[in-house]
Each structure stands twice: as structure tokens, then as C-alpha cells.
């Protein structure tokens, strides 16, 4: 199975602070289609997980422009320029190319 | 709008069997890919496995030997049935919808099942 590495297992910010989450597989993501299928997920306290990034850098309608995602291969980062309060709670990177499907072990944002 | 809301016992004893449904409403099950996620308490997420569009399924290899997911669609609702279970299997099970026509993207989740396996 494929191994997403995720760090930091936790990040503490301030308000408007600019933040990076990496994302490392231990193998390459491209697909044979040419897609490299790695997604952000935030799960808000209390919240199921929402989709925010997928295909390494798209963002999902309603998402915040604030958030961008970036990489290839086996190395992404996800990348928030300017915490907000509504940011808080835990992000996971996806990886959707190999089957099984495997999760990172996530990273909790606080507020410092 | 696409929601997805899961149902199912609370409380399971070990070696016994675990059924939960996803009812969506606002989409037909019939287009697309639905999937079973679960968080264990921490926050480790695991892919469990989906049904395609046409009733084909695909499931994690660690569970291959016990899980079936199937589905109904005149009701429009998926099922999860998970044999066997040990407390491992305690969990919080989502349902989720795949974005396209592909099993690649999960674009819309229920808010989730929590399941305790005890005795």
C-alpha cells in the first residue's frame, strides 16, 4: 500500500499567519491517465471531512482562495496564506491513484 | 444538492455482524461512484471501498475477506455489511460520493456513523 507521510502531525498558528502542510508518498502518484490524484480534506471538530484541494492544486468550489495546493510525484505541500478562525481542525492529504486508497495520518491546526 | 446521511446500530458485539446504509438524497446512486470511509478514534482515516454506478465494487484488501457493499436502488441507499467484528472495528463510518465518472475524487461526505464494537 501506498505510505502518505504527512507532516507536522501538528501545527499551531496565529490569526493570519501563512502555513505549509507536506504530503509524501512512498511512491510516485501519476497515474497512467496522466492525473495525479492527490486530494486535501479538512475535518472540522464535530464536522464530516470536506473536500478542499484535489488533483494536487484544484480548488473546490467554495473553497477559500486562501488555501492552494502544489506538487507532483511524491512530494506535495498544502499551503493556507492567512489562518482564519474557520481553518481550525484537522487536514488529511488522500492519495486516489493506487488502490487501496490511503489517508495521511493528518495534521491538527490550532490557534497559537 | 447531494446529501448523504448514514444509519445504523451504535453498538455491535464482537464477532457479530455490522450493517450500515447510506440513503442519498438529491442524487441518483445510479451516476457515479459511492464510497465507505471510517476514522478510528485518533485520527487515522482507512478507505474501506465504493460501488460503481453500475453495481460494481471494489474493497480494501485488509477487509476483501469480510465486508460487501451493495446497494438498492430503488431507495437510492448503499449498504456496508462488515463481518466478524473486534474492537478494531470501532470507528466513526462515512458514506461518500465520488466526483465524475471515475472513483477518484470524494466530493461529498455524510456526517457519519459512530459504531463501538463492545461486549
Known amino acids: 500500500d501506498v505510505v502518505l507521510t504527512q507532516t507536522p502531525p501538528t501545527l499551531s498558528a496565529t490569526i493570519g499567519q501563512s502555513v505549509s502542510i507536506s504530503c509524501r508518498s512512498s511512491?510516485?502518484?501519476?497515474?497512467?491517465?496522466?492525473?495525479?490524484?492527490l486530494n486535501w480534506l479538512l475535518q472540522r471538530p464535530g464536522q464530516p471531512p470536506q473536500l478542499l484541494i484535489y488533483?494536487?492544486?484544484r480548488l473546490e468550489s467554495g473553497v477559500p482562495n486562501r488555501f492552494s495546493g502544489s506538487g507532483s510525484g511524491t512530494d506535495f505541500t498544502l499551503k493556507i496564506s492567512g489562518v482564519e478562525a474557520e481553518d481550525l481542525g484537522v487536514y488529511y492529504c488522500v492519495q486516489s491513484t493506487h488502490a487501496p486508497y490511503t489517508f495521511g495520518a493528518g495534521t491538527k491546526l490550532e490557534l497559537k | 444538492e447531494v446529501q448523504l446521511q448514514e444509519s445504523g446500530p451504535g453498538l455491535v458485539k464482537p464477532s457479530q455482524s455490522l450493517s450500515l446504509t447510506c440513503s442519498v438524497t438529491g442524487y441518483s446512486i445510479t451516476s457515479n461512484y459511492w464510497g465507505w470511509i471510517r476514522k478510528f478514534p485518533g485520527n487515522k482515516m482507512e478507505w474501506i471501498g465504493h460501488i460503481s454506478y453500475s453495481g460494481s465494487t471494489s474493497y480494501n484488501p485488509s477487509l476483501k475477506s469480510r465486508i460487501s457493499i451493495t446497494r438498492d436502488t430503488s431507495k437510492n441507499q448503499f449498504f456496508l455489511q462488515l463481518n466478524s467484528v473486534t474492537t478494531e472495528d470501532t470507528a466513526t463510518y462515512y458514506c461518500?460520493?465520488?466526483?465524475?465518472?471515475?472513483?477518484?475524487?470524494?466530493?461529498?461526505w455524510g456526517q457519519g456513523a459512530s459504531v463501538t464494537v463492545s461486549s
Open positions: 511512491q510516485s502518484l501519476l497515474h497512467s491517465n496522466g492525473n495525479t490524484y
Open positions: 461518500a460520493r465520488y466526483r465524475g465518472i471515475a472513483a477518484h475524487v470524494m466530493d461529498a
Open positions: 488533483l494536487v492544486s
